[in-house]
């Protein structure tokens, strides 16, 4: 019987087998941020013990950075306290780190791609469940705890249970105004948002083999969504020439000896999966989120469901979703009141992110009511932002571009949404006080964030700007 392509790596990389289920996983590539790391790096010194492979582990400050004056220092006495912290834990330990104002500093989901460390065929954890990110390459990357953090400071290994396999298939042209956030969040609606738990997804299907890495990147970051551990999608040469020339890749005769490895990596024809679907991607239409939790997506031009064939505990959970987004079932998404606007995180703060806002906003004028973050994902997107002169077209539409970091995806910095304020965001959360305490979220693609800009409540991209 064939194997998965998840089944090849994740076989390739155990140490050992466990009573009960679980296995002793060698991990390649290591990412840290200043939030889930200095309880691990505490531990490991309490412990009198080292960091086994400095050299495979990769330091960015992100989730607590402001993005505004980053030359200045930071105001928020903890927030300054943690980065701190992280600077001397990673000198301690001989760990490279792109600390604040570092020309590589970002958000680590997207550094570690620009960078080169993250290849096909690798398994990559993080103390961030966005982690699954990465899987875009050809990986299996999973978000860890702190406590596993610190084991893997300790040995480069990890005790997990081997999940199931799930394989989601769309096929066909995604129609114009559809970007790859639209069809995953289209799969977390079909599926909910528990669908894929227990669960590695592979994404597969012409649809998947169209997209560019970054739009592949955005799919697999929102797998956990659903609940799954991770998601994946089998390398090509779309992935082998992005990877290609990056400064931490193999170089030379070494890259060309590691694309003939990794064009090893797919699931074979008779490979058994757990759990499968299939969807068209010609039935997607741009999407946005109506409730407290991704699976709470629709159609732009579609209604708010009434829950009415709902029962028990999900009827209670759906209508207290609905109270708290202020919403009634049966109503339109279209002309709902919209007050922020948040273009960045881990999910859509790539060059192609921006790219799509850009060009959809240009010639037009961000509305007076909005109050919109442009948020880069890294200083390499914010440098390539200025060489393209996309930064004077946003300026003539009214729109600031801010500086690297994490920003509004979660309330860990300055950039919170106020309480009762409706903010379209291109991240991936939109649970109860993810962006602020109180802030209702409404999870969207840069099209749909740029329609709400512009028209200051939630527009259709598709007729807005005549796509």
Request: hydrophobic share 35%.
């Amino acid at each position: 019987m064939g194997k998965t392509l998840f089944d090849k790596i994740w076989d390739a990389h155990i140490v050992r087998h466990l009573d009960g289920g679980r296995d002793v996983l060698y991990i390649d590539r290591h990412y840290i941020h200043e939030v889930t790391s200095p309880v691990a790096f505490l531990g490991l010194k309490n412990r009198g013990l080292t960091i086994a492979r400095p050299n495979q582990t990769t330091a960015t400050a992100d989730h607590n950075v402001p993005t505004i004056n980053q030359h200045l220092p930071v105001k928020d006495e903890q927030s300054r306290g943690q980065l701190d912290t992280f600077e001397a834990n990673c000198k301690e330990n001989g760990i490279e780190h792109f600390g604040l104002g570092h020309e590589k500093n970002g958000v680590v989901h997207i550094i570690g791609p620009e960078l080169g460390f993250t290849q096909p065929g690798m398994t990559i954890v993080c103390g961030d469940s966005h982690t699954s990110t990465h899987g875009a390459f050809g990986a299996v990357a999973f978000g860890v705890g702190t406590s596993e953090v610190e084991m893997v400071f300790a040995s480069q290994c990890i005790m997990q249970p081997k999940p199931k396999k799930m394989k989601i298939t769309v096929n066909g042209e995604m129609k114009k105004g559809v970007t790859s956030k639209d069809v995953i969040l289209y799969i977390i609606a079909e599926i909910s948002a528990s669908g894929g738990t227990g669960h590695f997804i592979e994404f597969t299907g012409d649809t998947f083999r169209a997209m560019s890495m970054e739009e592949r990147m955005t799919v697999c970051n929102m797998s956990i969504e659903c609940g799954a551990r991770g998601g994946i999608i089998a390398p090509d040469q779309t992935t082998f020439d992005y990877v290609n020339g990056r400064e931490n890749a193999p170089q030379g005769e070494a890259f060309s000896k590691a694309v003939d490895k990794w064009k090893e990596l797919y699931s074979d024809d008779d490979a058994i999966f757990d759990t499968e679907y299939l969807f068209d991607a010609s039935n997607i239409e741009p999407m946005i989120t109506f409730g407290t939790n991704p699976g709470m997506g629709i159609g732009i031009t579609t209604y708010i469901p009434t829950g009415t064939d709902l029962e028990g505990s999900d009827k209670i959970s759906f209508n207290k979703s609905l109270e708290y987004m202020g919403f009634i079932g049966g109503d339109k998404m279209i002309g709902k009141r919209v007050d922020y606007v948040f273009l960045g995180s881990c999910t859509n703060g790539r060059i192609e992110d921006f790219r799509l806002f850009t060009n959809a906003v240009k010639g037009y004028k961000k509305a007076d009511n909005i109050i919109a973050w442009l948020v880069p994902g890294s200083k390499a997107v914010a440098a390539q932002i200025v060489t393209e002169g996309l930064d004077k077209v946003l300026e003539a539409a009214g729109f600031e571009v801010r500086q690297p970091g994490c920003s509004a995806c979660l309330a860990m910095n300055e950039d919170k949404v106020p309480t009762g304020m409706y903010s379209v965001s291109t991240s991936n959360r939109n649970f109860e006080g993810r962006q602020g305490p109180g802030a209702r979220t409404l999870l969207a693609g840069p099209l749909v964030a740029a329609a709400a800009a512009i028209s200051g409540t939630v527009q259709d991209p598709r007729a807005l700007f005549n796509l």
